[in-house]
Structures are given as C-alpha cells and as structure tokens.
C-alpha cells in the first residue's frame, strides 16, 4: 500500500536561515525555532507568523510545546533557556543553564524537553546528563535533579514520555537511556545504533520509542514498563530506506505512521505495524524537523504533519488518501 501527501501550505514569512525544531500545537498552530535565533507561531491556515519573538544572537536549537499548546520551551546554542506563553505572548521564564557562578556543576543545556505535566522540564548535556529543571516561572531553571547515564557524551536529544513519568535521552554515540523520573533511576538502555542519534519520538501510549540516527536508519524499540518493573524488549524493527543521515521523526497520534526528514532532502512516511515506506516526499533541502498534528486523522485518512528545515520554510502535508 502507498500513501499519498500533498503539501497543503507554506508559511508566508519564512526565517532566514534553517529551522532546527518544529512543533504542531493543540490549538492548530505551528511554532518554529530557527538557526537565524526567532522562533515564530505560525497559523495553520494561512500560513501567515501570529506571534514571533525577538531574535537572539545565537541560533535556537530545541523546541518543545506543551499538550495543550500553552507554552513553548525553548534553547539555544549558548544555553539559556526560555518559557514563552503563547496565550500571552510574554517570556515567563528565562535561565542561563551555563551561569557556573550561582550553581556549581552548572552544564550548558542542548536539548530540552517539557514534562507534559507542565512543573519540570529537562536538559542534555555535553556530559551524558540530564539535568532536570523547575518550570514554574517563580522558580524557573532551578536545578533539581541530576540524571546520569554513565556515559561522558553529549547528549543529542531529550524527549518526555506522553505521561510524563520518564524521560529519554539520546547521544553522540548512538546510544538511547530511559530514565524514571520518581525514581530517578536509569531503567534501560539502547546501543541499536552505529552512529549519532539525533531525534527521538514517542508513541502517544508510551510503549514505543522510535529513534533516528545518522547511521540512516530508524529503529523502534518497545520502551513498556511492567508493574515489576521489567523493561521492555527493546529494538523490535529496524526501517531503512534513506541514503544520508536521519535528522528527525515523529509518529502519529493514532500510532500507525512515522514520519522522518533527512539529510537526504527527503520526507519518508512509514506504516509501522508493516515496517514499510508507504510514501516519499522531495524537499528542497535537509529536513531538520517535523511533527505530527496531535489531532488524530479523521476515518479514512492518514493524518497531517510540518516539516522545517534547510530553506527556512514550515511547510504543512496532509494526506490526499491511499494507492494500491
């Protein structure tokens, strides 16, 4: 079976250099972060910028939204991080993660990831860490756990479970941790890959965990907890098809489909219970991001997702039904 995408839309505005992060919120907007240091909301329908914020002088690279597309979290490449609440269009929250002269030990954050719960967040590090923050704005970037992998590299990607009770972290070495957050416990870990793994994906249940890596391939991996605490099985399917690096993926909210963008200047979508490409998409450019719309697909369609990447465009697909 082939799925086919069309791209429905591209933002009117675009940045002036790449976009490294994107997300689809639950309020139909798209939010951008880019190399050129803005970050920009976008409308869905229009594709024209609904909000922006003022550049910094560094590129901005980790995006993440909260569930009910209230807020946006936000680092760049120095570290300082940001909480931008979207229905006010005011910055609620500001940290230099590498300011060592209030915190000892202080690490410079790469990767950062909202708790879905909306009190913590957490951050990579070039140290194997995650270091795990206070998300409330009178308190915001207040360090209060340390989670460590025993591995001194840096860490790529960091991603919440839907729940909110573990967090995964992805490193330069194409190894993948999954940490408990009440226990603060180190529960299993991953070498499936060759090389870097830059972008990890969540199922919406929790129970799978995809990562991709550039060693061009993607791996799915059963990350599901038991009451007594046995980890899943680990890597169960291995995806192949894209001839450079695997810089981003995603997976629907229903769970039947992937999607991942790459060096290659392709979009591949994948039927996960196949583990087959079920449509292919040209872009013009390295595709650093994309996202799902978390609204699940209406019957008989595949869904919708945005992609960003080289050129600076957000662009919207959405499914125009299926082929033999």
Same mark, same amino acid.
Not at 23 to 37: E, H, K, M, Y
Not at 213 to 224: E, G, T
């Given at each position: ?7 429905? +839309? ?6 002036? %250099? ?15 972060? $880019?190399? #050129? ?5 976008? %409308?869905?329908? *229009? ?10 002088? +560094?590129? /901005?690279?980790? +995006? ?13 490449? #120095? ?19 590498? #300011?060592? $002269? ?8 790469? *990767? ?19 270091? =795990?923050? @206070? ?25 919440? &479970? ?6 995964? +972290? ?7 941790? /999954? !940490? ?10 991953? $070498? ?11 199922? @919406? ?8 890596? %550039?060693?061009?391939?993607? /791996? ?7 009451? $007594? ?18 810089? *981003?993926?995603? /997976? ?14 392709? =979009?591949?979508?994948? #039927? ?11 872009? &013009?450019?390295?595709?650093?991001? =994309?996202?799902? &719309? ?10 919708? !997702? =945005? ?18």
């Amino acid at each position: 079976m082939s799925l086919a995408f069309v791209n429905a +839309l591209e933002c009117k505005e675009p940045h002036s %250099d790449e976009i490294w992060a994107v997300a689809w919120t639950a309020n139909n907007t798209a939010v951008s972060a $880019s190399a #050129d240091g803005t970050v920009k909301q976008w %409308d869905s329908t *229009s594709g024209q910028v609904s909000m922006s914020r003022p550049p910094h002088n +560094l590129a /901005i690279v980790s +995006l993440s939204v909260s569930p009910d597309g209230k807020f946006a979290l936000y680092n760049g490449l #120095d570290g300082t991080t940001w909480l931008w609440d979207l229905q006010a269009d005011t910055v609620v929250g500001r940290h230099e993660s590498y #300011d060592r $002269s209030t915190v000892q030990g202080a690490e410079p954050s790469w *990767s950062v990831s909202l708790n879905p719960n909306g009190t913590t967040y957490a951050g990579t590090s070039s140290s194997g860490n995650v270091n =795990i923050y @206070s998300a409330n704005p009178d308190s915001f970037g207040t360090r209060q756990a340390v989670l460590t992998s025993g591995r001194s590299r840096h860490g790529m990607d960091c991603v919440h &479970s839907p729940d909110g009770t573990r967090v995964a +972290l992805s490193n330069e070495a194409g190894q993948v941790f /999954i !940490f408990d957050l009440e226990s603060q416990a180190l529960t299993s870990t991953y $070498s499936s890959h060759a090389m870097c793994v830059r972008s990890l994906a969540w199922s @919406s249940d929790g129970q799978l965990l995809l990562t991709a890596s %550039d060693d061009k391939r993607l /791996i799915l991996h059963d990350v599901r907890s038991t009451p $007594s605490g046995k980890p899943g099985s680990g890597a169960v399917a291995t995806l192949t098809g894209h001839s450079s690096w695997v810089l *981003s993926t995603s /997976i629907s909210p229903d769970g039947r489909l992937a999607a991942s963008g790459s060096a290659d200047k392709t =979009i591949k979508v994948w #039927d996960l219970s196949a583990r087959a490409v079920v449509s292919t998409l040209q872009e &013009s450019g390295e595709v650093w991001s =994309i996202a799902w &719309s978390p609204k699940p697909p209406a019957s008989g369609t595949a869904g919708a !997702f =945005i992609t960003g990447g080289q050129d600076g465009h957000v662009r919207w697909w959405r499914s125009a039904g299926t082929g033999a």
